[in-house]
Nanobody, 125 residues
C-alpha cells in the first residue's frame, strides 16, 4: 500500500527557509516520479517541483519563480524526499503536498497517482 506523509510545515518569516519531508512507504523511490504541489487559499493546485527518479532524475519546476529557491533531494535509506525552500515569500503560503506516480510510465503531472494529506506553510512577518 502506497503512503505518503508530509511534515515540516510551519510559520516562517519572509526571506526564511523551510525543509519539508515526504516519507514514502509501499514502494521504492527509484521506480517513481515524486512531486511537490501546493494549493493556496482560493487558488488552484499547482506544481512546485517534480523529479522522475525512473527517468534519470528529470526535474520539472512549476514556474520560474521557484527555480533557484526550491530544490529537491532524497534519502534512500529513509525512503524520504525533501523539498528545501529558501528565500520564501508571502505568496509561497499554501498547503504543500507530496505526490507519487509509478509504473508502468511514471510521470510528473497534476493528477499524479498518489498524494499525501499535506503540510501548511505560512510565510508572514
Amino acid at each position: 500500500q502506497v503512503q505518503l506523509v508530509e511534515s515540516g510545515g510551519g510559520l516562517v518569516q519572509p526571506g526564511g527557509s523551510l525543509r519539508l519531508s515526504c516519507v514514502a512507504s509501499g514502494f521504492t523511490l527509484d521506480s517513481y516520479a515524486i512531486g511537490w504541489f501546493r494549493q493556496a487559499p482560493g487558488k488552484e493546485r499547482e506544481m512546485v517541483l517534480c523529479i522522475n527518479y525512473s527517468d534519470d532524475g528529470s526535474t520539472y519546476y512549476g514556474g520560474d519563480s521557484m527555480k533557484g529557491r526550491f530544490t529537491i533531494s532524497r534519502d534512500n535509506a529513509k525512503n524520504t524526499v525533501y523539498l528545501q525552500m529558501d528565500s520564501l515569500k508571502p505568496e509561497d503560503t499554501a498547503v504543500y503536498y507530496c505526490a507519487a506516480d509509478g509504473p508502468p510510465v511514471p510521470a510528473c503531472y497534476l493528477g499524479m497517482e498518489y498524494r499525501g494529506k499535506g503540510t501548511l506553510v505560512t510565510v508572514s512577518s
